[in-house]
């Protein structure tokens, strides 16, 4: 499967329907982290990351777990959960 989200010059490129619900997913566009997701209603969710630190770590994720796992850990060290 293609992954769904990718940039190039033009900007950020989407293929919601082979988006998989509740998973998340990511690419970089001018040194900015995108996240999407689409939602249990089929509704798609985007999140801009512009901190450089964070953004080269996401750049750097190997697969979808440690991706998930480095937001994780961010939010915790950040006190942002709910």
């Known amino acids: ?4 989200v990718s940039s190039d010059e033009n900007g ?12 998340l997913y990511h690419c970089i566009f001018k040194n900015k ?9 089929d509704v798609l969710n985007c999140y801009e990351i512009e901190q450089e630190d964070l953004v080269e770590k996401i750049r ?12 994780e ?4 060290r ?5």
């Open 60 to 71: 750097k994720a190997s697969n979808e777990d440690d991706l998930e796992k480095l937001l």
């Open 33 to 41: 982290a995108m996240l999407v997701f689409k939602d249990s209603q």
């Open 1 to 4: 499967m293609d992954y769904p």
């Open 73 to 76: 850990d961010y939010l915790d």
């Open 12 to 23: 950020i490129n989407l293929k919601p329907e082979k988006m998989e619900k509740e998973k």
């Open 78 to 82: 950040q006190n942002l959960k709910n």
